[in-house]
């Protein structure tokens, strides 16, 4: 089991609302928050609210990989075929049915993120009762839940735009009024912000723990929370302006993070790796899983384990544009021909493309063994490639079957170094200070350039180089922005981010629907694929939830 501090703990609340004669007696096995009295009960409690961030449901994961890449450019849905989970099907292709007989998908992952949200807040009540002198820690407590809800907001806002902001001082009387508009959106961002905020202000430099947040971890994520709020939307959604002075927060907050202990791995394949590799120099925050902790199978990331290339899997399939775009001319990206035509053996390709992408007839997992075609489901429908960075070699102890499907303990990073050097880089672009962003790319493109180790059977494919002013390229700002958002896709790619920046950019139908223009006739599901500018960025509130509400939560524009 890994030396970490957040092992499966089963605690839970009863609903506050007032119930009558025999429902007033107490379950049986129940902890309700009137039991949270003694410190170890509160800590319990905490780590209740941890443990809530990765217990992912198999196909309504955290790590967002249906929402960010199958709903973006980066990958395939995968499965069987249309059916095979059809609501991801339905985002994939921006189809009606997300708007109305789809919405399950999104209810279900809209009501378990307030379930953890609800962890924490009940963490927060039972922190108020106690105090400094019996708990010493319990700023660093308070501190530590604020981020997490922070965290679980900042997630339904990207999805939802329009969300209620949930916090411990509120009843359920409360809860039941308030609208998901009562805030504007900008409101709403400023909430999040300020759960950081007080994170990034409270917390310690080093957590004693492996697991917990600290100060850096705070400072990045508040970061990331400014960069998203930068960018103003109107109420249909479209980029209206960008904010200077939070683009200016952005670049502190992430110098915070650069002058901290915290840096690059010195291989990209490291970040990606289980047991001595997890919460590496690069790892910032990662929600943690273990084995042999006294359950059935252990604290395993469910949330991945349809992604494995296995009957029941399949999922999350790296998209042939994305594959397409890690071609190389002279060492820099192919920008304007990369999806001409396809990768071919003889294409030379930056070496992140095999930590990203399990190719047919290449080593899977940095193995020996050969990752074959015949593990594709429907090829014909979802190509041939699969998903690397989540998942493990199968023949590890970090493998572990669970029924029908395969999970694995490998911890998930939800935040790396590496986002921070780009999040810099897009903030002094946008403030006119593109040379200054050149540094950080070329420090994550050289990286890249040295991540081989693990992948010598690749060797004659790799090249890639620095952006190099005057010689091989022209650094202005227009050009700056387009390497940076290609670093991002590059860097970040299948880790759950890609749609939302295409949102946070304002281009999503630009760039979705000339992806749908050239995959159409590879993938026949795509011809009648468009995304609808005013209506897609964001997913329909659901029905259910408005319904719960009585008619009190409001509909995303366009739905």
């Known amino acids: 089991m890994k030396n970490i501090f957040i092992l499966f703990v089963v605690l839970s609340f009863v609903p506050l609302a007032s119930c009558s004669k025999f429902l007033d007696q107490k379950a049986y096995g129940v902890l309700t928050e009137d039991d ?20 992912d449901e198999i196909n309504r994961p955290l790590s967002l990989w249906g929402y960010g890449n199958v709903r973006a450019d980066d990958a395939y849905k995968g499965g069987a075929d249309e059916n095979d989970n059809d609501l991801l099907h339905w985002l994939e292709i921006c189809s009606p049915s997300v708007g109305n007989v789809g919405m399950w998908y999104n209810d279900v992952f809209w009501y378990r993120n307030y379930i953890v949200i609800s962890r924490i807040n009940s963490a927060l009540r039972a922190l108020d009762n106690v105090s400094e002198g019996q708990m010493p820690l319990k700023t660093t407590r308070i501190a530590e839940m604020r981020f997490l809800r922070g965290h679980i907001h900042f997630i339904q806002k990207i999805i939802f735009k329009h969300i209620p902001f949930i916090t411990e001082d509120m009843s359920p009387d409360d809860i039941s009024n308030e609208s998901n508009v ?17 994170a990034y202000n409270n917390l310690p430099v080093v957590q004693p723990e492996i697991g917990r947040a600290n100060k850096y971890a705070a400072a990045a994520y508040l970061a ?111 920008f304007d021909n990369y999806s001409t035509a396809d990768l071919s053996e003889t294409d030379k390709v ?105 992948i010598a059977f690749a060797a004659g494919n790799l090249a890639i180089t620095t952006y190099q002013d005057g010689t091989n390229c022209n650094w202005t700002e227009d050009f700056a922005r387009k390497a940076l958002r290609w670093e991002r896709r590059l860097e970040m790619a299948m880790e759950g981010c890609r749609f939302f920046d295409l949102v946070r950019w304002g281009i999503a139908d630009q760039v979705m629907n000339m992806y749908y223009a050239n995959e159409k006739d590879a993938h026949t599901y795509y011809r009648n694929a468009y995304f609808e500018k005013n209506k897609f960025e964001y997913c329909a509130i659901p029905v259910e939830q408005i319904n719960w509400s009585k008619g009190l939560y409001k509909q995303n524009f366009g739905y």
């Not at 949270?36 to 217990?55: F, K």
């Not at 590799?277 to 925050?285: K, Q, S």
């Not at 029908?404 to 672009?429: C, F």
């Open 36 to 55: 949270l009295t003694t410190v170890e009960q509160i800590e319990n409690s905490v780590i209740s609210a941890y443990a809530g961030i990765g217990n």
């Open 224 to 334: 990331k929370t400014y960069l998203y709020k930068a960018y103003r939307q109107d109420d249909m959604h479209n980029v209206t302006s960008i904010d200077m002075g939070e683009l200016q927060k952005v670049i502190d907050l992430a110098d915070e993070v650069i002058a901290s202990p915290y840096r690059l791995e010195n291989d990209f394949a490291f970040n990606f790796l289980p047991g001595q590799y997890e919460n590496g120099p690069e790892a910032l925050f990662s929600v943690q899983y273990s084995m042999d902790d006294g359950t059935t199978y252990g604290r395993l990331n469910m949330g991945c384990a349809l992604t494995t290339p296995t009957p029941g899997g399949d999922f999350n399939k790296p998209s042939q544009d994305l594959v397409n775009a890690f071609k190389t001319v002279g060492g820099l990206p192919d």
């Open 182 to 198: 009562a805030l504007s959106s900008d409101s709403v961002w400023l909430k999040i912000a300020e759960d950081f905020e007080f």
């Open 350 to 454: 930056d070496p992140r493309l095999f930590h990203t992408v399990a190719i047919p007839g290449k080593p899977y997992k940095y193995t020996d063994v050969n990752f074959e075609a015949n593990q594709t489901r429907n090829h014909t429908m979802y190509g041939l490639y699969s998903s690397l960075k989540e998942n493990v070699d199968p023949a590890s102890p970090f493998y572990v079957k669970t029924g029908p499907w395969y999970a694995n303990s490998k911890n998930w990073i939800v935040l790396r170094y590496a986002d921070v050097l780009l999040m810099k880089a897009e903030a002094l672009i946008e403030t006119g200070r593109h040379n200054e962003a050149l540094p950080l790319i070329n420090q994550i493109r050289s990286r890249a350039q040295f991540s081989t180790q693990f």
